[in-house]
């Protein structure tokens, strides 16, 4: 963490309590926690995200990426990654602050803007660029009205358009203008990704997919591929196999249970899928992870 980040990590750690937390603030969550064991699945929605402390490591298809306090993420959309917290050392948590974007108020803002040449969206749809100066600022204003929950209703959605007006004219600018256009290929492909989420536990149909992204098959797998660095089976897989992981820390299914809940017809691909993602069969790497967290790292 750098001393600019101190006052933003001082009001984020009188308001979080270790885990997520769902602040005041519309769309705004905390997260504080200890480094992770290994690399864990976490579903990154539509977002922002700023560490105040520590760092983390996210890797999605082939691809890894690693931030701090120094930069900000950009995730465009709902994306499931692997990934690792890496603590601060001596006993200090991760911190990190996130604002769920919001494609009309992007939109709202980017029309009062001036316009820029649209093109297709280049790339998988995350990013990661170096802190500003005006964007500390900004957020250090936007958490301060934690510690005055009074003034949240009034100034919160100013602060907000600040904050979103500084990014819009960022580096990411024109990824978070084709998040504001549901008609462009971003805005399409994040249609098909919301498909595969309320129906992932369901045989993937991509003319479902064609019909609820308005492209055909060719065009949905290239922008899919293109935006998630995944196909779409593969997505699916992704999600099944995150939530599976769920189910099996709760201790409350068998895995063959697990594996018919989140969609899978044989509970042998389950368990061989599960293997090749997580490392381990699926009772064995549950049991792993719960008794690493019963028990206390050494010092």
């Known amino acids: 963490m750098t001393d600019d980040l101190a006052p933003h990590l001082d009001i984020a750690l009188r308001h979080a309590p270790r885990g997520l937390t769902v602040q005041p603030i519309p769309r705004l969550e905390l997260c504080v926690g200890q480094a992770s064991i290994g690399n ?5 929605r539509s977002m922002i995200c700023f560490i105040l402390q520590g760092s983390k490591r996210v890797t999605i298809n082939d691809n890894l990426l690693s931030y701090d306090s120094a930069q900000y993420l950009i995730s465009a959309l709902d994306l499931p990654l692997i990934g690792q917290i890496l603590d601060a050392g001596a006993g200090q948590p991760y911190v990190a602050v996130s604002l769920v974007l919001e494609p009309a108020l992007l939109a709202e803002l980017a029309a009062t803007m001036p316009p820029e040449r649209e ?53 990411q600018g024109r990824l978070l203008r084709q998040i504001a256009q549901p008609e462009g290929p971003l805005g399409r492909i994040r249609r098909a990704v919301g498909w595969i989420r309320d129906n992932h536990n369901t045989q993937l149909r991509i003319e479902a997919l064609c019909d609820a992204s308005g492209m055909s098959r060719a065009s949905l797998h290239r922008h899919f591929l293109a935006m998630t660095g995944l196909s779409p089976l593969q997505y699916q897989k992704q999600l099944r196999l995150q939530e599976a992981r769920q189910l099996l820390l709760a201790g409350e299914h068998s895995a063959s249970d697990v594996a018919f809940a989140v969609g899978y017809e044989s509970a042998s691909q389950f368990s061989r899928e599960y293997l090749r993602q997580f490392g381990a069969p699926p009772a064995r790497d549950a049991r792993q992870i719960r008794q690493a967290i019963a028990v206390p790292a050494m010092t």
Do not use: F, H
Request: net charge negative; hydrophobic share 40%.
């Open 40 to 44: 864990s699945p976490c579903l990154y």
């Open 119 to 171: 093109s297709d969206p280049k790339g998988i749809g995350i990013a990661i660029n170096p802190m500003t100066g005006p964007l500390r600022d900004t957020l250090l204003r936007l958490l301060s009205l934690l510690d005055n929950p009074a003034d949240i209703p009034v100034l919160a959605p100013m602060v907000e358009r600040e904050l979103l007006y500084r990014l819009l004219q960022g580096p």
